[in-house]
């Protein structure tokens, strides 16, 4: 037993178990009242391309009609397999989420052993660990999206990177471009830092590098650029003008970061990390005096910034550091809310991770008195504790909304399948697991999937969209809360009815709200969806 113990290759054993064993739990325990399906409605749209790429061999969500709007050709591309070999969609996709997040975990094992070469590999193992047990990370790890396959590339080519294996770096940073668009900023990143280093030491690029660097990057970047180019005239994916639905709350067009200096964006990460990754739950609120995670995570991340700018931080962290802050600068500027980019940050879950560990690190070196040195491992306890806490509030999050697009979106949907005539056009906000079992032309209101619909959603006339693509019926979402200002609303539809269109009420499907205390916030402020006929007025 001992001998097993101390084995080398324990850590990464336990890392890899854990990281298929966390995911796996949330699975059984939640299908066992809910059933097996997505919690995410984007899912879904990703699984239409998947069939009907199948089906057609085209990446379209209507049959028939070009789009952009598919954000993961190289995901869709995956999961279309599972109709070509018949498999059953909602388990492929979830088993390809949890091997993803194996390969990102592993990865970032790989990672803090180049970090820490020195130390045992149990510093290398806590992070990776760290990072199976936050609940975010947990839902990307069985919500059926790249997101996990995204970030585990990412830092695998980072590691990869760092221990000087070009190849393997450089397929890894290409392959995430179609996987996610914002890959592009790892390549450029990628690329950057190797004829920097070329040109500083002063030799020619070996055939590995141009491989890693060059190769790859053309191979699995320009056919993603080109079909986006033809299709739309612009070199990525539609999805970005769909998020300017985001514009049609409180938040005004012009305004893209929500921060304006330093100590701002110190507070609001501080928060970020502490609200939105870790939950606000009774495990970590009993800790926020002198054990709270987040305190650990800043000690680390200052510590490193400082690290970075003196150029004495590892060179692993350093590449992998200022990434994650491309990354999020990336996103302040694209998105005009602040945390509304959550599912597409994963890099700052693994960068949490990183730095809570460096933070005990730092912390051990700088404190000298014996007793004093059981600090540091009481704040590291405390992130796993916190960590442990934001899993299990997750799991009742992910619960809900497996819950709610089952009973509401699924249900919708496969009534318009079985009701409505084949050559129907329903307008939808949610395209995903509506349209899927609808199996009808969807006209998306929110504009994933056609470039043209950003001038209609900036002005609010979406009644006229509907008019031109000669939408039957209306699919919306409903709010039973005065806080939340209602979608329709928000696109414009209440200032038309009546003058543009009438609508002629069908069928609605509302989610049980006393069923439990629901904490999932689209749930309970969207528990309804309800069906319309649509009838044009005359000009």
Not at 81 to 99: G, H, K, N
Not at 131 to 137: E, K, N, Q, R
Not at 421 to 442: L, P, Q, S, T
Request: proline fraction near 5%; aromatic fraction near 16%; glycine fraction near 6%.
């Amino acid at each position: 037993m001992k001998k097993i113990l101390t084995s080398p290759k324990m850590p990464l054993v336990i890392v890899l178990l854990l990281a298929a064993a966390a995911p796996l739990t949330w699975v059984v325990t939640v299908a066992v009242d809910e059933g097996l399906n997505l919690p995410s409605d984007d899912a879904w749209i990703h699984q239409v391309f998947a069939r009907n790429l199948a089906r057609e061999g085209r990446y379209e969500y209507n049959v028939g009609e070009r789009s952009c709007g598919v954000t993961a050709p190289l995901w869709t591309l995956l999961l279309s397999e599972t109709y070509f070999f018949r498999l059953p969609p909602r388990v492929t996709a979830v088993a390809l989420t949890v091997l993803s997040h194996i390969l990102w975990a592993g990865a970032l094992y790989w990672l803090g052993r180049a970090i820490w070469p020195d130390r045992s590999r149990w510093w290398a193992a806590a992070p990776a660990c760290l990072l199976s047990l936050l609940g975010p990370v947990m839902w990307f790890a069985v919500s059926g999206m790249e997101t996990a396959l995204f970030f585990g590339l990412a830092t695998l080519a980072a590691a990869a990177w760092a221990r000087d294996r070009p190849t393997l770096a450089g397929f890894a940073a290409a392959a995430t471009f179609p996987v996610r668009p914002e890959g592009a900023l790892l390549i450029v990143f990628v690329f950057g830092w190797w004829v920097y280093r070329l040109a500083r030491e002063k030799r020619r690029p070996t055939a590995a590098e141009v491989v890693g660097y060059v190769a790859f990057p053309l191979m699995f970047g320009l056919p993603f650029v080109i079909h986006n180019w033809i299709v739309t005239g612009v070199p990525f994916p539609t999805t970005y003008f769909g998020r300017h639905w985001l514009y049609l709350g409180s938040v005004s067009p012009e305004i893209r970061v929500m921060w304006k200096d330093v100590p701002a964006v110190a507070f609001y990460w501080f928060r970020y990390i502490q609200v939105w990754m870790l939950g606000q739950h009774d495990l970590s609120n009993t800790m926020k005096i002198l054990t709270d995670s987040a305190v650990l995570y800043q000690i680390g991340l200052w510590a490193a910034a400082i690290q970075l700018l003196r150029r004495r931080l590892p060179r692993a962290f350093a590449f992998f550091f200022i990434w994650v802050l491309a990354h999020n600068l990336f996103y302040a500027l694209v998105l005009p809310n602040f945390g509304t980019a959550g599912r597409y940050q994963g890099c700052n879950f693994a960068l949490f991770a990183l730095a809570s560990v460096y933070g005990a690190l730092f912390l051990l070196e700088w404190i000298k008195g014996k007793w004093l040195r059981i600090i540091p491992y009481v704040f590291l306890v405390a992130s796993f504790i916190a960590a442990l806490g934001s899993y299990l509030v997750w799991r009742n999050m992910y619960s809900d909304n497996i819950h709610h697009i089952t009973t509401v979106h699924e249900a919708a949907g496969k009534w318009v399948n079985e009701n409505l005539a084949e050559e129907a056009r329903v307008a939808a906000f949610d395209i995903g697991i509506f349209g899927y079992y609808a199996d009808r032309y969807i006209v998306d209101l929110g504009g994933l999937l056609d470039r043209e619909s950003y001038t209609y959603l900036r002005e609010r006339t979406m009644s006229q969209y509907l008019k031109k693509k000669n939408a039957h019926y209306l699919a919306m979402m409903d709010a039973d809360t005065h806080d939340i200002r209602p979608l329709p609303d928000r696109l414009g539809l209440y200032q038309d009815e009546g003058t543009v269109f009438r609508l002629e009420f069908l069928k609605s499907w509302t989610l049980n709200i006393s069923r439990r205390r629901w904490i999932n916030v689209t749930a309970v402020a969207y528990p309804r969806l309800n069906l319309y006929r649509i009838e044009f007025m005359p000009d």
